[in-house]
């Protein structure tokens, strides 16, 4: 039996899908197991022994389309759901399972406040597409494989970091997912203990606000380190904070200690530390949370409450 994943982005997404890779390859029999991602994507996936090809996504569907079909698939498990899969599905021509997005219940939390959505993860969801072909959920949590070329030698980081740390990552898709800078700097500044800031090149300028205001003991990576390196920083930190963002379902493959904060999302979208301890800091007192499911360059409301008025109090062991 041969079978197609399709999930295009992004990173949190992908490594959420991990579960239904794992429980499909060793669950069913004799079975081939196929992914296809967007190209961008594509070192989250390479290194997981349960995928047997991968296909990537450049530019034209049609291109990919052609390559597709002359494997003649038997299943398409389709974990994105959207008119680009839609069409895909359509193409291949065979017997294919939708994962169900629940966009109507996300439209009713975002715009009226009412609250439809199911108390289950995305992940339990997920997997929810694959019970047709008897795979149920094994328990074990998210997935995460890093090729040894990556792992981060203690001997990289500063000597004020080499006997632990604490990751913060301050990156996110969306600015209302992100801790003002000034915010950033006095969670630091509780945490009190050697922090490496993890993000893309576009959080380094925020960073060194951080690393100026509270000095040596920050250390700064953001942009220094591909995904795969700064996942290998994760692995090795003592504790993990994190805006709603994909280093956070990562620590969570990690098993690490999760403080998740979030801004104008919520972890009843479903989307919270799966399968790993963690604490939720959230401003729960406003009646215009959650704006988005997904986030802004900047608040609709502009007073930015649930970030500027968000208790950071938290308890370091």
Wanted: hydrophobic residues 40%; aromatic residues 10%; glycine residues 4%.
């Amino acid at each position: 039996m041969k079978i197609l994943i399709i999930r295009f982005s992004s990173i949190g997404d992908i490594v959420l899908t991990t579960p239904v890779v794992r429980c499909l390859k060793t669950q069913m029999d004799e079975v081939t197991l196929h992914y296809v991602t967007k190209k961008q994507y594509q070192t989250i996936l390479e290194n997981n022994p349960y995928i047997d090809k991968l296909f990537l996504l450049e530019e034209k569907l049609s291109e990919l389309v052609a390559h597709l079909k002359a494997e003649k698939y038997d299943y398409v498990i389709d974990l994105h759901h959207n008119l680009r899969t839609r069409i895909l599905k359509w193409r291949l021509g065979c017997r294919s399972y939708s994962f169900n997005k629940l966009n109507i219940e996300k439209w009713l939390m975002v715009n009226w406040k009412i609250n439809r959505l199911p108390d289950l993860h995305i992940v339990d969801r997920y997997l929810q597409t694959v019970l047709p072909l008897g795979v149920k959920n094994d328990a074990l949590g998210l997935d995460y494989f890093i090729p040894p070329s990556d792992e981060v030698p203690t001997e990289w980081l500063p000597e004020t970091h080499r006997k632990g740390f604490i990751v913060y990552a301050i990156g996110a898709q969306h600015e209302t997912k992100k801790l003002p800078v000034s915010r950033m700097v006095e969670l630091c500044k509780k945490i009190n203990r050697p922090v490496i800031l993890l993000g893309g090149k576009e959080d380094a300028a925020n960073a060194e606000v951080v690393v100026q205001a509270l000095g040596n003991y920050i250390f700064n990576a953001c942009g220094k380190f591909n995904l795969n390196q700064s996942a290998s920083l994760v692995k090795q930190a003592q504790r993990v904070f994190t805006h709603d963002t994909g280093l956070m379902h990562i620590a969570a493959a990690f098993k690490k200690d999760v403080v998740a904060i979030w801004g104008n999302t919520i972890p009843a979208f479903g989307m919270y530390p799966y399968r790993t301890a963690f604490i939720s800091l959230e401003n729960t007192q406003l009646d215009c949370r959650p704006c988005s499911k997904i986030g802004f360059d900047k608040c609709p409301k502009g007073h930015f409450k649930c970030m500027n008025d968000l208790d950071l109090n938290i308890e370091m062991s």
